[in-house]
């Protein structure tokens, strides 16, 4: 690698680490990762695949199945990402950030968490607009969530929000 790149690469890990360390210290405040980790929690797998299952018991089944597919096919690019980059977590390299969570992976990039949120947040938003800006402040809470809580560092909740925002516009564009 040039050394101009090399250089790059460790002042943008650099960055993203202060990030975490500077959004981690909001943990320290009594109320606010109780309330991040119960955003957190929202957002896992189960809501969203019953989010799928009321929007077909509502009569919504082609909606519902693009929902299934599109968190399908997001969790084949996560696993793909998690296991090709092997990332650590902030509070494996840094004594000043600890999990506030259990995690559910071994490795950081990208975020799941954020990736769905903001995945489900776009494709949900185009079908029920009236909702969107309660679905966008959800994904927002969800990405920031990761980073206070001390799971992720600010570049694997950016990465993820942006995957899951490309993979829901093309299942909007493919399906929808």
């Known amino acids: ?61 082609r909606q519902a199945l693009l929902m299934l597919a599109l968190g399908g096919a997001n969790l084949v690019v996560y696993y793909a990402l998690k296991l090709g980059t092997r990332r650590q977590r902030p509070f494996e390299r840094c004594d000043s950030i600890r999990a506030c969570l259990k995690v559910p992976d071994a490795f950081s990039f990208p975020s799941g968490h954020a990736l769905h949120a903001f995945a489900f947040a776009l494709l ?21 969530a990761r980073v206070v809580l001390g799971l992720h560092f600010p570049s694997d909740v950016l990465s993820g929000a942006l995957i899951g925002s490309v993979t829901a516009a093309l299942a909007l564009l493919l399906g929808g």
């Open 1 to 61: 690698m040039p050394p101009w790149l090399d250089a790059g690469r460790l002042r943008g890990a650099e960055l993203d680490l202060r990030g975490a360390q500077a959004l981690h210290r909001a943990a320290a405040r009594p109320l606010l990762p109780r309330v991040l980790a119960l955003c957190s929690r929202l957002a896992d797998g189960p809501l969203w695949a019953g989010l799928a299952l009321l929007l077909a018991l509502l009569g919504q089944p």
């Open 124 to 144: 949900l938003s185009a079908f029920h607009p009236a909702l969107a800006p309660l679905l966008w402040s959800f994904a927002v809470l969800v990405g920031l």
